[in-house]
T-cell receptor, first 113, second 112 residues
Framework: DQQVKQNSPSLSVQEGRISILNCDYTNSMFDYFLWYKKYPAEGPTFLISISSIKDKNEDGRFTVFLNKSAKHLSLHIVPSQPGDSAVYFCAARPSGSARQLTFGSGTQLTVLP | DAGITQSPRHKVTETGTPVTLRCHQTENHRYMYWYRQDPGHGLRLIHYSYGVKDTDKGEVSDGYSVSRSKTEDFLLTLESATSSQTSVYFC???????????FGPGTRLLVL
């Protein structure tokens, strides 16, 4: 039973437009959320995170939104660039002693020039 | 980039043989993790370590063991490799448990 779900395996966007990647979770104990980007043949790299006490965090072209009541987070990339083409994983961490990350299955983003 | 290396980067082995993957860090981070990545599953935690000689199981630990005798090294052993263990294995480190984790480049393992 996946506690973190990314229901869109792939997404294509035109260069310069907005990319919106979505993630849903089921465990109400999650209190910290992260997005990672992964290029082929490389390890995932950390992109941006958000604590459950916030509903938005912004870093340059990347913004993460958290809707706790809906158990939903999204990553917005504006404007999208061809170099953003990668697999994006969302991850969540529960509060308490078991502070391990649980990852979603990933979304392949393709930014078309 | 965090100083994390994994060896080997690629390995082909036969069913039933033992395999050991190594993760080495130069960041002196306390926590180290082993994940496997499979299509449709994302990254799943195999084992993790919260200090020298301190390890615990993750979500998919069956068939795997780990050891950490030094801060900088975390070994993952497949005691008797099976075809279901064909995967890409990633090591990760963090300074504090569950905080931002930094990943190594991965090891691609094929079990025939």
């Amino acid at each position: 039973d996946q506690q973190v779900k990314q229901n869109s395996p792939s997404l294509s966007v035109q260069e310069g437009r907005i990319s919106i990647l979505n993630c849903d979770y089921t465990n109400s104990m999650f209190d910290y959320f992260l997005w990672y980007k992964k290029y082929p043949a490389e390890g995932p790299t950390f992109l941006i995170s958000i604590s459950s006490i916030k509903d938005k965090n912004e870093d340059g072209r990347f913004t993460v939104f958290l809707n706790k009541s809906a158990k939903h987070l999204s990553l917005h990339i504006v404007p999208s660039q061809p170099g953003d083409s990668a697999v994006y994983f969302c991850a969540a961490r529960p509060s308490g002693s078991a502070r391990q990350l649980t990852f979603g299955s990933g979304t392949q983003l393709t930014v078309l020039p | 980039d965090a100083g994390i290396t994994q060896s080997p980067r690629h390995k082909v082995t036969e069913t039933g043989t033992p395999v050991t993957l190594r993760c080495h860090q130069t960041e002196n981070h306390r926590y180290m993790y082993w994940y496997r990545q499979d299509p449709g599953h994302g990254l799943r935690l195999i084992h993790y370590s919260y200090g020298v000689k301190d390890t615990d199981k993750g979500e998919v630990s069956d068939g795997y063991s780990v050891s950490r005798s030094k801060t900088e090294d975390f070994l993952l052993t497949l005691e008797s490799a099976t075809s279901s263990q064909t995967s890409v294995y990633f090591c990760a480190i963090s300074d504090h448990g569950g905080e931002t984790q930094y990943f190594g480049p991965g090891t691609r393992l094929l079990v025939l």
